[in-house]
């Protein structure tokens, strides 16, 4: 069986910013594999381990330099990876970004489909539930532990009021939470090996989408303003002196909190 | 005017404070509409009368309980279809932000999610968000399709507009693609006794600084003072300290009380990103250099084992 582990690079937390044309700036910042996604990497690959018939392949979609994303991947284990590029993506919202995805998946063929919990850069977590959508997949989200056997998948999940056991049939779409267990690091020899591990490029048009149906162009929704937040006003810090419950107090009846 | 949908959420059968928000939002924006998936009893009416939802419509069918997110989506893709609301709000949230995703592929319709503010605007309503770990706010538009926005609790105090609503109950085609993520246990949660964590006026949390599990009983206490909910770090809930439920930050939930108050919380970009909108935060660490006092309104540098007792019988005697 063949499982896609989807992955994406993103800015550096500490150094993410929005360019001028209201894009995520993706170009002059410093990247990394999604710290969320190395979970989903490091299910993928201790499922293989753990002794499912599987290959492992990852699909990002990106500029050129998010190559570096699969790299990463492959360092950590797997065996290849496709990149989806093209200048036209730049500015893709989630609903075009799930359309790209899932035709993706569909070229490359998969039985099982891994995701992060979300990406740390847009934060918005649609994108696992609407590729499901597209492809007619039952979403299998959020889970903390999984187990695949017998052609199904079986996830535990922290619902809002209850923990839930879901299962489905494969082919399934699974997203993990950073509780699934810690994701390893390569060795130097494994990061070696993934250099040679093959990587495959698509364009738009091996897909069969158009440039006017993602990017700036395509896309439902449109950034208006965006700016860093102003610093909070700076606040007051106190050494404690032994009165500190009594300062603390007297300020939250300032705030009408007390 | 146009109506504006609420997708209501309710824990233990009871309409979540966070529905009452956006029901409070709608109106700013056109005809408060609620929807309903699942039974709906009398208690559930009268909350959503209360809030002002004039319409209230009704989708009961057993796959919504049975299956993940996906009957729930189709519900709500089939309520659109019919009503043509001028804007769909949904809790932000896992469930929620899903059935929000799926519904915004089958509409073809622009979604933007976590949002902390919705206001009218030219071309449908102008969303804030804040973005980037909380280190941006960013103002967006949907340009196609019913603007479907998921809205962070907390965004707005509910205010009360009693109406007497219209019940229309819907029958749904729920899909077979639908029924395929099937939720085969479920196991309850204990509840607390204490406000859920999402929806809490005043959060409580503590971090590695507390050094113990038992050490969170005093956060339990203060928060009892106050009327408010326990939350922890990523740090207290991976030592065992705290269960997983009350993680506050990136992977755990993002909370926006009125008051959070961090106690032995160093406060990394992980954590803050869960809390930074709280209207105002209070500090306790030993360290005068943790990054969390670059975000306080009101910081101790201290013992939390000392002032916490203090605090709480402050609180205590303040409150009579």
């Given at each position: 069986m063949k499982i896609v582990v989807l992955v994406k690079h993103v800015p550096e937390a500490s150094e993410a910013r929005y360019a001028d044309d209201l894009?995520?700036?993706?170009?002059?910042v410093d990247g990394r594999l999604s710290e969320l996604d190395e979970y989903a990497v490091e299910q993928a690959i201790s499922l293989v381990e753990k002794g499912l018939p599987a290959t492992v392949t990852y699909l990002t979609m990106g500029?050129?330099?998010?190559?570096e994303g699969l790299r990463k991947a492959l360092a950590m284990g797997g065996d290849d990876a496709v990149h989806v590029s093209?200048?036209?993506?730049?500015?893709?919202?989630s609903l075009s970004t799930s359309l790209v995805l899932a035709k993706a998946l569909e070229h490359v063929g998969f039985d099982l489909v891994v995701c992060g919990?979300?990406?740390?850069?847009?934060?918005?977590?649609v994108v696992p539930a609407m590729i499901a959508d597209r492809l007619g997949l039952p979403q299998v989200t959020f889970a903390n532990s999984l187990t695949v056997s017998d052609g199904s998948v079986a996830i535990r999940r922290d619902g809002d009021t209850a923990v839930e056991d879901v299962t489905a049939d494969l082919p399934a779409l699974v997203s993990v939470t950073d509780r699934t267990g810690e994701a390893r690091y390569p060795s130097f020899k494994l990061i070696l090996a993934a250099k040679k591990k093959p990587l495959t490029t698509l364009t738009l048009a091996d897909l069969g989408i158009?440039?006017?149906?993602?990017?700036l162009t395509g896309a439902a929704s449109a950034v208006r303003s965006a700016a860093p937040k102003?610093?909070?006003q700076a606040g007051v810090v106190v050494v404690d002196e032994g009165d500190a419950a009594t300062q603390i107090a007297d300020f939250l009846v300032t705030q009408k909190l007390l | 005017m146009a109506e504006v949908l609420v997708l209501v959420e309710r824990s233990d059968g009871v309409v979540r404070k966070a529905t009452l928000e956006l029901l409070t939002l709608a109106r700013r924006l056109g005809d408060p509409a609620a929807l309903v998936c699942g039974p709906a009893d009398d208690a559930v009416m009268k909350a959503l009368g209360e809030y002002g939802a004039g319409k209230v419509y009704v989708v009961d069918d057993p796959a919504i309980h049975e299956f993940l997110v996906a009957p729930k989506a189709e519900a709500l893709v089939d309520v659109v279809r019919r009503t043509s609301p001028a804007t769909v709000l949904v809790t932000a949230g896992r469930e929620g932000t899903e059935v929000a995703a799926r519904t915004a592929v089958r509409l073809d319709s622009g979604i933007i999610t976590n949002a902390v503010e919705v206001a009218p605007g030219d071309g449908g309503p102008l969303v804030t968000q804040s973005v980037l770990s909380g280190g941006w706010i960013t103002q967006s538009q949907v340009v196609r399709g019913t603007p479907i926005v998921t809205v962070l609790p907390n965004a707005v105090v509910p205010e009360a507009l009693p109406v007497e609503p219209v019940v229309e109950h819907i029958e749904v085609q729920i899909s077979d693609a639908a029924?395929?993520?099937?939720?085969?246990q479920r196991t309850p949660k204990t509840g607390t006794?204490?406000?859920d964590l999402a929806d809490a006026s005043v959060v409580v949390s503590g971090g590695?600084?507390?050094?113990?599990?038992?050490?969170?009983g005093l956060l339990e206490q203060l928060a009892d003072a106050m009327g408010g909910a326990v939350a922890a770090s990523r740090a207290a809930t991976d030592l065992g300290?705290?269960?997983?439920?009350?993680q506050i930050g990136q992977t755990g939930k993002t909370v926006a009380p009125q008051l959070y108050l961090a106690s032995g919380i160093s406060g990394a970009i992980q954590h803050r990103a869960g809390m930074?909108?709280?209207?105002t935060i209070v500090a306790i660490n030993k360290?005068?250099?943790?990054?969390?006092f670059g975000i306080t309104d009101f910081g101790v540098v201290g013992d939390a084992h000392a002032v916490l007792p203090a605090l709480i019988d402050e609180v205590r005697r303040r409150k009579g």
């Open positions: 894009t995520l700036d993706r170009a002059s500029p050129a330099h998010a190559a093209d200048e036209a993506l730049h500015g893709s919202d919990m979300a990406s740390t850069d847009a934060e918005m977590s158009t440039p006017e149906q993602v990017g102003p610093p909070r | 029924r395929k993520s099937r939720i085969v006794g204490r406000p590695r600084g507390m050094g113990s599990a038992e050490a969170f300290w705290y269960a997983h439920d009350f930074q909108g709280s209207r360290d005068p250099k943790a990054p969390i």
